[in-house]
C-alpha cells in the first residue's frame, strides 16, 4: 500500500472556518493542493472570494461563503450550501475563533464571557452537529478542532481565552469518543505562538519576543503553514487510527 497514497483528499469535501488569513487560510489552501474542494469561509464574502480566487489560480478547488460562526443562521446556511453545491461535508476545521480581551479574571464582564464561548465553542459544538448526518452516512468523517497550548496551561490575561480552548478540547474528545462508531474522528490541534493577525500584540512585542528566544525550546514563533501539514494529517487517512488526540504543533512551550 502507498503511504503517500493516504494523504490524498481527492474528491473531499472540507469546510475551514476563518480561512480568509492566517492559520486557516494555511490550512484551506493545504487541503486543496491535496486534492479536496475546500470551502473558504470568514464573516467578509470579499475576502473570501479573494481567497477562494487565489486558490482557484492555483488550479485548486475552492468557494468562498461568508459565515460569522457565532450566528446559528448563518452556521447553518454555511453548511446548508456547502451540501447543495459538493453533495456533504467530510471534513470540518473549526478554526475561526475569538478573544476581545487580555485581562486578568476579575476584569471581564459576563457579556464578554458569553462572546467568548460563542464563537470558540459553541459554534465548533454546532457546526460539527450540522455535519454530523453527512459524515454519518458516509460512516467517514474528519472534525479538527482548532484550540491552542491555552487551554492546557494559563497565561496571565488569557484566562478566559484558555477556559474556551479547553472546552474545545474536552468537546474534541467527547465527538471522538461518541463518534467513533460512526467511522467519524474528531482530534484537537493545539498551536503555540503562530505570526498572525490574532496573535500581533504578542509577536510585535520585543520583551515577549526576547523570552520566547531565550525559553522555548525551538527559540522563535512560527508561521501559519507550520500547522497546515498536521491539518492535512489529521483530514486524511494517514491519521485514520487517530482520534481524539491533542496534538501540540507549539515549539516546545508545553515543556517550558
Ligand atoms: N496565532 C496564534 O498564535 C494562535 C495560537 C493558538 C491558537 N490559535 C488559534 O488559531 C485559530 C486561527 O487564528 P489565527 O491566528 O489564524 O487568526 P487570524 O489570522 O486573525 O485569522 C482569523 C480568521 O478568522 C476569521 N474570523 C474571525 N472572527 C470570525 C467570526 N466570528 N466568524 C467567522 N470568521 C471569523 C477572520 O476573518 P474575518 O475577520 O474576515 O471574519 C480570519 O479569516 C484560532 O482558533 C486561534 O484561537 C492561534
Not at 525550546?217 to 491533542?246: F, H, K, M, N
Request: aromatic letters at 8%; charged letters at 20%.
Amino acid at each position: 500500500m502507498s503511504v503517500k497514497k493516504l494523504f490524498d483528499l481527492e474528491g473531499k469535501v472540507a469546510v475551514v472556518t476563518g480561512s480568509s488569513k492566517g492559520i486557516g487560510k494555511a490550512i484551506a489552501e493545504a487541503l486543496a493542493e491535496y486534492g479536496a474542494k475546500v470551502i473558504v469561509s470568514s464573516r467578509s464574502q470579499e475576502a473570501v472570494d479573494a481567497v477562494a480566487e487565489e486558490f482557484k489560480a492555483k488550479g485548486y478547488e475552492a468557494t468562498g461563503i461568508a459565515c460569522h460562526v457565532g450566528d446559528e443562521d448563518q452556521r447553518q446556511a454555511l453548511i446548508q450550501k456547502t451540501v447543495a453545491l459538493y453533495g456533504g461535508v467530510d471534513i470540518l476545521v473549526n478554526n475561526a475563533a475569538t478573544n476581545p480581551v487580555f485581562s486578568p479574571l476579575e476584569g471581564i464582564e459576563n457579556n464578554v464571557f458569553d462572546k467568548i464561548m460563542d464563537v470558540n465553542v459553541k459554534a465548533c459544538f454546532s457546526f460539527a452537529k450540522h455535519c454530523f448526518p453527512f459524515m454519518k452516512e458516509k460512516k467517514n468523517g474528519s472534525i479538527i478542532n482548532i484550540a491552542s497550548v491555552e487551554g492546557m496551561k494559563p497565561s496571565l490575561g488569557l484566562g478566559l481565552y484558555g477556559v474556551s480552548k479547553s472546552a474545545l478540547i474536552m468537546l474534541t474528545q467527547s465527538q471522538a469518543s461518541e463518534w467513533g462508531k460512526y467511522g467519524i474522528r474528531s482530534n484537537a490541534i493545539c498551536p503555540g505562538l503562530i505570526k498572525t493577525k490574532f496573535s500581533k500584540a504578542l509577536w510585535s512585542n520585543e520583551h515577549i519576543m526576547k523570552q520566547v528566544e531565550s525559553h522555548l525550546p525551538l527559540q522563535r514563533a512560527a508561521d501559519p503553514t507550520e500547522i497546515a501539514g498536521l491539518a492535512v494529517y489529521l483530514a486524511s487517512q494517514a491519521s485514520s487510527y487517530t482520534t481524539g488526540a491533542v496534538v501540540n504543533a507549539d515549539g516546545g512551550h508545553m515543556l517550558t
